[in-house]
């Protein structure tokens, strides 16, 4: 069996191929990292972010583009503020962070701000670790601008870079997420606060990562707090607001649905031979290149995917109920397509002493009554037609 490092740099190749001969590996955000955790079951999503695949060029190559990330000018207005939330050495961010978490501790009148610069992801992330150990042990206030974290996500580093990480006096560490909406009197959007919520919990977790190495040689791992400070312009202003987050749930759900990930090594090993996910490869290729691996679609993926368009019109051309939603097919247990569900609605296929097929024939039979007449029998395809029909003549 060869050493781990053997393996490790035996995916690395792999993956890179899968990427295409000369194509970078396009980093793995939190934003990513938290949709991907969100559904744990796609291979397809694992594989591809796991690899590095862009995957909005790889959509628009297969034909089904989707509009994704922000505008030039929200990008624009998010790092202006950003940069004056950070202004003088972070003395307004330090002073929000007193303020909304750590009001009985010192203020921060004087700050540590440490360079952070270093040779690629892997040197950030080793200069990120130091910084907060001599941060930790100076017992003072210290600001981590951008610092970078590494995390293992299915058997492949994923390098994080939050806005900004702060080591309180007493040696705690706090995730602070700045975002460009707005908190109009105190309240935010709760779903934005939310999407916020989940990407700082990822960070969360980096963080506690980085502690427990920290922690090897003997001394106490530093304690990574699980409130973190969110940062948005107050109003219709330029001024910073914020609150405090409890991200304690979207933590323990995170690190469970991580765990979870089927380990990129096994997804590789089922791919036919010379698979690639390059744009530039013929889309008849490319195509079946990405049916290889298995999807796990949902509606909820159009808000969190760039190839949910694609997976969608599979689903749909596949007839699979994953599109109308994780709810409906929770719900429809072992019927997997709608030709399953209409079969067992019509009595025409499945166990009457199945709770869903029993559900679906009395709703049909509620149907058929609502729309006229008291059948003693669920209706078959000519007459759910039929009703159809009646039915839509009467909304005209």
């Not at 293992?152 to 900004?164: C, I, N, Q, R, Y």
């Not at 990562?209 to 969110?230: F, I, S």
Request: net charge positive.
């Amino acid at each position: 069996m060869p050493p781990p490092r053997t393996r490790g740099t035996a995916l690395r190749h792999q993956l890179a191929e899968l990427r295409g001969p000369g194509v970078p590996a396009r980093a793995l955000d939190a934003r990513a990292l938290a949709a991907l955790a969100a559904n744990p079951g796609c291979r397809r999503r694992a594989l591809l972010d796991g690899a590095g695949v862009d995957k909005t060029a790889l959509a628009g190559a297969l034909g089904a583009p989707a509009a994704f990330g922000q505008s030039q000018f929200a990008l624009t207005r998010g790092n202006a503020f950003e940069a004056r939330v950070k202004a003088d050495g972070g003395a307004e961010l330090l002073r929000l962070v007193h303020q909304r978490l750590d009001a009985g501790a010192e203020p921060p009148r004087e700050a540590r701000v440490p360079d952070l610069t270093a040779v690629g992801p892997e040197g950030r992330a080793a200069r990120t670790a130091l910084a907060l150990r001599e941060a930790t042990e100076a017992r003072a206030w210290a600001l981590l601008d951008h610092p970078m974290l590494a995390l293992d996500v299915a058997g492949s580093p994923a390098f994080l870079e939050p806005d900004a990480v702060v080591v309180h006096p007493d040696g705690t560490w706090t995730v602070v997420e700045i975002k460009s909406f707005p908190m109009l009197d105190g309240c935010a959007d709760p779903a934005k606060v939310g999407a916020a919520a989940r990407q700082a919990a990822v960070y969360v977790l980096a963080l506690e990562d980085v502690a427990a190495r920290l922690g090897q040689d003997g001394t106490p791992a530093p304690r990574v707090r699980h409130r973190v400070l969110l940062v948005c312009p107050k109003d219709f202003s330029n001024l910073p607001a914020a609150r405090a987050v409890d991200v304690r749930k979207q933590r323990a759900v995170t690190a469970r649905q991580l765990t979870r990930l089927t380990r990129l090594q096994d997804i590789v090993d089922l791919l036919p031979e010379g698979a690639c996910f390059s744009p530039d490869l013929p889309r008849e290729g490319l195509t079946a290149a990405v049916e290889a691996v298995p999807a796990a679609y949902a509606p909820e993926c159009l808000a969190a995917c760039e190839l949910a368009f694609h997976c969608r019109s599979r689903a749909r051309a596949q007839g699979a109920v994953t599109a109308l939603g994780r709810s409906a097919r929770a719900e429809l247990g072992g019927l997997t397509t709608v030709d399953d569900v209409l079969a067992a609605a019509h009595g025409e296929a499945g166990d009457p002493d199945d709770p869903a097929v029993a559900a679906l024939r009395r709703a049909a039979l509620l149907r058929a009554e609502a729309l006229g007449g008291h059948p003693r029998r669920p209706p078959g395809p000519r007459e759910a037609a039929r009703a159809d029909a009646r039915e839509g003549a009467a909304c005209r």
